[in-house]
Structure formats: C-alpha cells, structure tokens
C-alpha cells in the first residue's frame, strides 16, 4: 500500500493506528459499521491472525447485528442481518483471479447492503476501485497496526469522520 492515496486530485494521507487489545481492534470496527452506508465496500489485508474477522465482528456490531461474526474461510461467504445487510466475505481458500471472478458477487458488490472482504488482496484487480481499504498487521499478542486507506470521495469523507472518532496517539 502507498503512503498517500490520490482521488481525482484529492490527496489523502492514509489513516494509521494501534490497537492494543482485540477489545480495541472491535471499536475501530463498530466506529466503521456506524458509519457504513448500502454499498459500502470494506477490503481487509493481513496476514492468518492478524485481526481481520476480529474488526469484522467489530463492523458487525456497528451495524446492529447481534449474531457472532465467525471466518467464512470454509464457505466463501456469510450474510449477516442488522441495520444493513453485511456480506462476510473471505478469498482465502480462493486460488485464482478466475475463481474469484466465477462466484458471481456482483448483486453483493453493488447491493443495498456493505460487503467486507477478508484475504482481499487476491482479488484486488477484479473488485470495485472505490472502496475502504484496511491493512492490518500483527505487532504482538495483543497489538495490531492498521492502515486505513480511502479509495473513493466517499471513503474520503468516511476516514475523515474516523479521524474524529477514534482516538490516535
């Protein structure tokens, strides 16, 4: 991931953090479902551990879904319903660019619900340009960095209201 990102003529410098418990890792998580809006696209990259479900159950609290967010690793794909529909999404077991493209996830991507797509970097040439992109990286037990950065006006105007929501040494 760059350090800034450029969208028509907009520069945003992307949004870093810490988190330093997996309890913290979910309120970044609810602070991004609380802002989610139908269509909203949220791409995690990390590696095996590194809290991606962790945040997912996180966004999955931000949008009022009361249900337990487990890995879709096995099954490619859970729907989950709260104030939005959310598509769980994980490219894990996924080989190809090809296999992605197959599962058909259109009608999810453009939907009226908010999709976040774990192990996304094996799709990143065939999903949507404009989306919130999330790496995540393991510092140690407990600590997780994050880069949060928007691809988008929409994800823009999403990362500067984080800015204000989240505190940030």
């Known amino acids: 991931m760059g350090s800034v990102t450029k969208i028509r003529n907009v520069i945003m410098n992307p949004f870093k953090l810490v ?10 998580g609810i602070s991004i479902g609380k802002l989610a809006e139908p269509g ?11 809290g991606k479900t962790c945040l997912t159950q996180g966004i ?5 879904i009361q ?16 104030r939005l529909p959310l598509y ?12 992605i493209s197959d599962l058909g996830l259109d009608d999810y991507l453009f939907g009226e619900g ?14 949507p340009e404009d989306h919130l992109l999330i790496g995540i990286d393991y510092l140690s037990n407990n600590e997780r960095s994050f880069v949060i950065e928007p691809r988008g006006e929409r994800y823009i105007r999403m990362v500067e209201q984080l ?3 989240i505190p940030c040494p």
Request: hydrophobic share 45%; net charge negative; aromatic share 10%.
């Open 67 to 82: 249900e337990y967010t487990l890995s879709p690793s096995f099954v490619i794909m859970r729907e989950l319903h709260g």
């Open 60 to 64: 999955a609290y931000g949008l009022d």
């Open 19 to 28: 988190t330093h418990s997996a309890a913290e890792t979910q309120k970044v």
């Open 163 to 165: 800015r204000e929501t």
């Open 114 to 127: 908010v999709c976040v797509i774990e192990w996304a970097n094996k799709g990143l040439t065939v999903l």
């Open 88 to 99: 769980h999404m994980d490219f894990y077991r996924l080989e190809n660019i090809a296999e």
């Open 40 to 50: 909203d696209i949220f791409l995690l990259i990390g590696d095996l551990g590194a």
